[in-house]
């Protein structure tokens, strides 16, 4: 089949069923946020719109969301449905993101198939075409997932596959229009493998290697992997004197402690005291006893 018959009978199918998929992950995305009914439907038209405006607007078209109303109100269809859908929102795979993930790998298989397709079908080399296809696939997630304040999984070294499944898909497409076998068929083939392999890398945790300049102690990095045999680290001790601890001990060094009389030692009081005789002569002062001179014997 020639690939401009493929584009025209075929690209709107498919790209309909990708901008759904896409949709669909990010209104996932948008519940799981805790996103309201604009959000979610914000979020949802910028994961299934992103990647494709993209590819129009690098193939120099109007982009064909302005154009089709279908391309515009499928991701508000689709955010409807999973803003109000009871289950969705009470499901723990939409709050664990499994449905997230599976939508996703759905559309990114579709995209990087389309995305080539498409570029192919207006003169591209395989190499541009390939690359085309690969970025309006991760586009659309790219954009949700800066929307929403989360790192895109496309950057993250410690998430599962993500580049490499739309890679495989726009390269399969563009193999197979270079041997002349590029139909409806192997392009749904070329779409499934690539989502087969992004399903299998999240059952299995399939992830790109690490950096080795990563690991190197000497790059200046900030993040730097613990040493294989860490020193015991120095022990702790026992006791922390505690600076208030010392001024209360000086405050009460400084204080008069008055000793409370135990009055069980006194006898009982019968009948009270006798008063003593009044006089018209003040008291002396006690005071002037204690300096009185004793009588000579």
């Known amino acids: 089949m020639p690939i401009g018959e493929l584009s025209d009978g075929v690209q709107y199918t498919m790209d309909l069923l990708g901008i759904f998929a896409f949709a669909l992950s990010g209104a996932f995305l948008a519940v799981r946020k805790d996103f309201d009914i604009f959000g979610t439907v914000v979020l949802s038209e910028a994961a299934g719109l992103g990647g494709g405006l993209f590819r129009d607007l690098v193939l120099q078209v109007t982009p064909v969301a302005f154009t089709d109303l279908g391309y515009f109100f499928t991701p508000c269809v689709t955010a409807t ?159 922390v004197q505690d600076p208030m601890e010392d001024l209360l001990e000086e405050a009460m060094e400084d204080t008069v402690r008055l000793i409370r009389p135990d009055v069980s030692a006194f006898p009982p009081r019968r009948g009270g005291f006798p008063s003593a005789p009044r006089s018209s002569h003040p008291a002396p002062d006690p005071r002037l006893l204690l300096h009185r001179a004793e009588p000579e014997d």
């Open 81 to 239: 449905l999973v803003y109000f859908g009871h289950r969705l929102r009470h499901d723990d795979k939409v709050h664990e993101g499994r449905l997230f993930d599976i939508s996703d790998a759905a559309a990114l298989g579709l995209f990087s198939v389309t995305g080539t397709i498409k570029a192919l079908a207006h003169g591209f080399n395989i190499p541009a075409a390939v690359t085309l296809g690969s970025a309006g696939a991760v586009g659309g997630g790219v954009l949700a997932s800066l929307l929403a304040l989360e790192q895109p999984a496309l950057l993250r070294w410690n998430r599962d596959l993500y580049a490499l499944p739309a890679l495989v898909g726009a390269t399969s497409a563009a193999l197979l229009h270079h041997i002349g076998l590029l139909n409806v068929a192997t392009a749904v083939g070329a779409a499934l493998f690539a989502f087969g392999l992004r399903v299998l890398a999240l059952r299995y945790s399939w992830r790109t290697p690490r950096s080795h300049f990563w690991r190197n102690p000497f790059a200046g990095l900030r993040q730097q992997l613990p040493p294989p045999n860490p020193l015991p680290a120095p022990a702790a001790p026992s006791f």
